[in-house]
C-alpha cells in the first residue's frame, strides 16, 4: 500500500488546482477512485463524492476539500520529504483518506469520501455536501500532525467598509476618509478586546485588518475577525452599524465557530489509533477555519478533524510532507474507520 499511496499523493499534488479551478483534479480522482474499490461521480458544483461498502448501511463520511491557494511550487521528492503546493493543506490529508477508507475493513458500513471545491467559507463545495448529504459520523480532513486530533475551529465575519467625505484641504480640521476608516479600524479593535474573556487565543475574538485604500475623499476596508464559540454575533453587528455611522458596510461571511464533543465516537476512534502507534493523541482547537465549521452546525453528528501534516507550512513557500507520517496517518485513520464502523454495527443490531 506505501509505494501506490505515496503514488496516489503524489499525482494529486502534481495537479494545480487553485481554489474555484479543481475540475481537472476532480476528474483525476473520478477516473481513479474506481481502481481503489470506490464508486465516484462528480455533483453539481463539482465535489467528487467515492462511496464502497454497505449501501444501506450506516454512513461514515471523510471530507477533504480539493483546493489550494494560487501558486503551483515545484513538485520534487527528497528522501522521504515530499515538496509540493497541497501536501499538506489539504491534499495530504485527502489522500489519507482516500487510502484509508480502501483499506479498511468496514462490513455492513458504507464509506463516503468527499473532496470538496473551493474555500470552506465561501465555497460551494462543502455548502452543497452540507445540503445534500447525511452521514452518521464524519471526519474532516486538514493537517494537525499524525497525532493530533482537531475539534475546535473559530469562525470568521467578514466585514466592508466604504466611506466617501467632501473634499477639503489637508489643513482642514474635517475628518477625511482616510481618518474616519482609521477610526473604524480602531473601534473593531477595542470591541474585540474588550469581549476577550480570556487570553487563550481560541477563546478570544481577532480581528485583521486584510485590505485598506483610500484618500481624503474616498477610503475603504476589509476587516475579518476570527471568532471563538460564545461570541455574541448579534451584538457585534449592531456595535458595527453604529461604529460605521454614515459608511457602508457589508458583512460578506458569517461562519459560524464549532467546538465538538472530546468524548464523541469520532475523536475518541481516532485517539485510540494514535495510541495504538505509541503516541499520545493530542486534541486541538485552531484559530482558523475548516469545513467542520460548515458540516457539523448542518449535521449535528459525531465529528473530528484528522490529517497529517504541519499546518504552519500551509499556503508558505515550504510546504511539504513527510511521506512516513503520511503512511502512518493512513494507518491511524483505517484503525479509527474500523473502530467506529464496530460501534456503528452495535448500535444497528
Not at 499546518?311 to 508558505?316: K, N, R, V
Request: proline share 7%; net charge negative; charged share 25%.
Amino acid at each position: 500500500m506505501t509505494a501506490r499511496a505515496e503514488s496516489l499523493l503524489r499525482r494529486m499534488v502534481e495537479i494545480p488546482s487553485p481554489s474555484g479551478q479543481e475540475a481537472e483534479l476532480a476528474a483525476f480522482l473520478a477516473r481513479e477512485l474506481p481502481e481503489w474499490g470506490f464508486t465516484a461521480q462528480l455533483d453539481e458544483v463539482g465535489n467528487v463524492i467515492a462511496r464502497r461498502g454497505a449501501p444501506e448501511g450506516p454512513v461514515i463520511m471523510l471530507i477533504g476539500h480539493m483546493d489550494t491557494v494560487p501558486d503551483q511550487l515545484p513538485v520534487r521528492q527528497e528522501g522521504t520529504v515530499l515538496h509540493g503546493r497541497g501536501t499538506v493543506d489539504a491534499k495530504g490529508p485527502l489522500a489519507t483518506m482516500i487510502c484509508a477508507a480502501a483499506a479498511a475493513e468496514t462490513a455492513g458500513v458504507q464509506l463516503v469520501v468527499a473532496g470538496v471545491t473551493e474555500e470552506e467559507t465561501f465555497g460551494r463545495g462543502a455548502t452543497h455536501l452540507a445540503r445534500t448529504q447525511r452521514a452518521d459520523v464524519a471526519i474532516v480532513g486538514e493537517p494537525n500532525g499524525w497525532s493530533g486530533v482537531g475539534i475546535g475551529y473559530k469562525g470568521r465575519v467578514v466585514v466592508r467598509y466604504d466611506v466617501s467625505r467632501p473634499a477639503v484641504h489637508t489643513a482642514s480640521p474635517a475628518e477625511k476618509a482616510s481618518e474616519a476608516a482609521i477610526a473604524f479600524w480602531n473601534r473593531v479593535a477595542d470591541y474585540c478586546e474588550r469581549n476577550s474573556p480570556s487570553e487563550r487565543a481560541f477563546e478570544r475574538p481577532i480581528p485583521t485588518l486584510v485590505e485598506m485604500g483610500g484618500t481624503i475623499e474616498e477610503a475603504r476596508l476589509t476587516v475579518a475577525v476570527r471568532t471563538p464559540p460564545g461570541f455574541d454575533l448579534a451584538d457585534f453587528e449592531r456595535f458595527l452599524g453604529e461604529a460605521a455611522g454614515d459608511a457602508v458596510l457589508k458583512i460578506d461571511d458569517r461562519t459560524p465557530p464549532v467546538r465538538v464533543d472530546h468524548r464523541g465516537p469520532a475523536v475518541r476512534a481516532l485517539c485510540a489509533g494514535i495510541r495504538a502507534r505509541g503516541a499520545r493523541p493530542v486534541l486541538k482547537l485552531k484559530t482558523g477555519t475548516a469545513d467542520l465549521n460548515i458540516l457539523e452546525p448542518a449535521w449535528q453528528v459525531p465529528m473530528a478533524v484528522y490529517g497529517p501534516g504541519d499546518s504552519s507550512l500551509d499556503h508558505t513557500s515550504r510546504e511539504h510532507i513527510d511521506l512516513t507520517e503520511y503512511a502512518t496517518a493512513i494507518d491511524v485513520l483505517r484503525d479509527a474507520l474500523e473502530r467506529l464502523a464496530g460501534e456503528l454495527g452495535q448500535a444497528e443490531g
